[in-house]
């Protein structure tokens, strides 16, 4: 049971969200990894966390140039997965005006203007955002980033059409995958609540409201949901957590 329900799906969701080397099998149902897409974002966040920590307590470096690191860290563990994402929806989204346009721009590996625009805005976004919580040692905003962000990815998952008739990567997820979607959401709300109080649910709530928004957008537009939304939705939902941590420093 604890092999079947934990150990694998953890195996999965962290080789499909991270480029750490795990050993073990995964799980054959794969709509039970997403009960360990909130384990994934805690340890991203875990990493970056140490990063600073080293960086603060060693150096003198400037808290620019430590954002600048922790970005940088968390694209490399991830494998730029969520960066491509948001990359081929804005080439998709941007210079597609059918559906079908749409998805073929998204499949195509190359990259537009309207994607490198999307990668550099996301990087310095984000890099400017998190530079104050490093200037006041919000190791726990930093860890609840990557937290919220990776616990929410079930919800579009589970609860959307997927957008492309022959499948995708991300397909395989969302089969009978939304009572697992629904634990992921309410252990990653119960545990930034638990130690970010109500200024932790308080960020929650605006990262989920902007994730189903979008979610409910890319149905409108494209019928639902590719694994580039998925990525996509993970960055806009970085965005909003850090833009709420910058409203009241935690």
Not at 57 to 71: E, W
Request: charged letters at 15%; one cysteine or more.
């Amino acid at each position: 049971m604890i092999s079947e329900y934990i150990i694998k799906p953890a195996v999965t969701a962290l080789r499909t969200l991270t480029i750490i080397p795990v050993p073990g099998s995964d799980t054959p149902v794969f709509g039970r990894s997403l009960l360990c897409f909130p384990l994934a974002g805690v340890i991203i966040g875990g990493l970056c966390c140490g990063l600073l920590f080293l960086l603060t307590s060693y150096t003198n470096a400037d808290p620019l140039l430590v954002s600048a690191l922790i970005v940088f860290l968390s694209v490399l563990i991830t494998g730029a997965l969520h960066l491509d994402g948001i990359a081929d929806v804005a080439d998709g989204f941007g210079g597609g005006k059918t559906k079908e346009k749409i998805l073929e721009i998204m499949k195509d590996p190359r990259q537009g203007t309207f994607g490198v625009s999307a990668i550099v805005f996301d990087i310095i976004i984000k890099t400017l955002l998190i530079r104050p919580l490093v200037e006041n040692d919000a190791y726990t905003s930093i860890g609840a980033l990557f937290l919220v962000s990776r616990g929410l990815q079930p919800l579009l998952i589970a609860f959307f059409p997927y957008a492309r008739k022959d499948g995708g990567t991300a397909a395989p997820f969302s089969e009978g995958a939304k009572s697992f979607a629904v634990f992921s959401v309410l252990v990653t709300m119960a545990v930034v609540t638990y130690v970010l109080k109500a200024s932790g649910l308080v960020m929650f709530s605006v990262a989920l409201l902007i994730v189903l928004i979008w979610g409910l957008y890319c149905k409108k537009k494209i019928g639902g949901i590719t694994g580039d939304c998925i990525g996509a939705g993970n960055e806009f939902a970085e965005m909003t957590i850090l833009l709420c941590s910058n409203l009241v420093i935690i």
